[in-house]
């Protein structure tokens, strides 16, 4: 890995290389297939990966690694809430909707540093 590389092939090689053992699914597959598995909004635009939000497998995998922060809301994350999200996050991240609690939503952003 070079620091040159993008952060979401660092990431999938650093999952693929402290794997224990082979998973179904994920270690045979291709570089961007495994960026699909493990960001959830993982997209290629003129070649460049983009997307840090992560999957629950790529929150997994990377909890055993790495401190994640929690941090909750009552803001319910709308699609335009993860739009800017997206565009201005430079660490990886993931997010839960939790059940209505009466009128509010409860969301979820855990950190992956």
């Known amino acids: 890995m070079t620091s040159n590389e993008p952060i979401q092939y660092q990431i999938v090689n650093y999952i693929d290389k402290n794997l224990l053992r082979p998973i179904k699914d994920f270690s045979d597959c291709s570089l961007h297939e495994k960026c699909y598995r493990v960001f959830a909004n993982y997209r290629n635009s003129n070649n460049q990966p983009k997307g840090l939000r992560l999957t ?58």
């Open 56 to 113: 629950t497998w790529g929150k997994s995998r990377l909890e055993k690694s790495f401190d994640s922060y929690k941090f909750e809301t009552d803001t319910e994350l709308t699609g335009k809430i993860l739009i800017k999200l997206d565009e201005a996050m430079i660490w990886r991240y993931f997010s839960i909707k939790l059940m209505r609690l009466g009128l509010k939503l409860t969301a979820v952003l855990f950190l992956i540093l």
